[in-house]
């Protein structure tokens, strides 16, 4: 089935800094979506991009479907964009049709 | 409804009871999906519905689970004889259809397993 891999497992950043996370994936899909589950663990939708940039204020998304692989930039971080950050693809597959990477745990500090 | 609802929305139970966990999803969406989201970890893909029908039911991890889905609308996953390692985050999601359409996140079941 298909590998979704997020990079890096874990960031640590100060307050106002930038930062981009990727997700590659190893096979053709039909759709991408960013989330970020906040400390108490809801989903947020952040994005669904299958391809091309996207933006929504401080954070934008990248996808090259041809490449395989997403970009989801923060910048000027603040302490509650801490989190985990998943990213989740669409494949027609036998897995179901939403698999998800293992995260980013990201630490925004004051 | 506005948004994707589960309850409860957190369960204890002792260990060898069976358990029912309910997901609403939004109103006309068609596709629901069930996840496992142990401590710390990743999603794990449980089951998902088109309709009333489960095309791919492969993520069930053991017989003890199984899920059904009526009119098209709510769904009940339920565990049978609990054990301590099924202690975790259920959460439920909904989309328009199962593919190409944007999927939204209840806010989950914590069950614990005691």
């Known amino acids: 089935g298909i590998q979704v891999e997020q990079s890096p497992p874990d960031l640590i950043l100060q307050e106002g800094a930038n930062s981009t996370l990727r997700c590659n994936f190893s096979?053709?899909?039909?759709?991408l979506q960013w989330f970020h589950q906040n400390p108490w663990g809801q989903l947020i939708n952040l994005f669904y991009?299958?391809?091309g940039t996207k933006q929504n204020g401080r954070l934008s998304a990248t996808t090259v479907a041809t490449e395989r692989y997403s970009l989801l930039y923060i910048s000027s971080s603040q302490t509650t964009d801490s989190g985990v950050y998943f990213c989740?693809?669409?494949?027609?597959?036998?897995?179901?049709?939403?698999?998800f990477g293992k995260g980013t745990k990201l630490s925004v500090k004051p | 409804g506005a948004g994707v609802s589960q309850s409860p929305s957190n369960k204890v139970t002792e260990k060898g009871k069976d358990v029912e966990l309910r997901c609403d999803p939004i109103?006309?969406?068609?596709?629901l999906y069930w996840y496992r989201q142990s401590l710390g970890q990743g999603l794990e893909f449980l089951i998902y519905?088109?309709?009333?029908?489960?095309?791919?039911k492969s993520g069930l991890p053991s017989d003890r689970f199984s899920a059904e889905r009526t009119g098209g609308s709510v769904s009940t996953l339920t565990i049978q004889r609990t054990q301590q390692e099924d202690s975790a985050v259920y959460l439920c999601?909904?989309?328009?259809?199962?593919?190409?359409?944007?999927?939204?996140f209840g806010q989950g079941t914590r069950l614990t397993v005691v």
């Open positions: 999601a909904s989309s328009l259809v199962s593919e190409n359409t944007e999927a939204f």
């Open positions: 096979d053709s899909v039909n759709n």
């Open positions: 991009i299958p391809s």
């Open positions: 989740a693809v669409y494949y027609g597959g036998s897995q179901g049709n939403l698999i």
């Open positions: 109103s006309g969406h068609t596709a």
């Open positions: 519905f088109q309709g009333n029908s489960a095309p791919d």
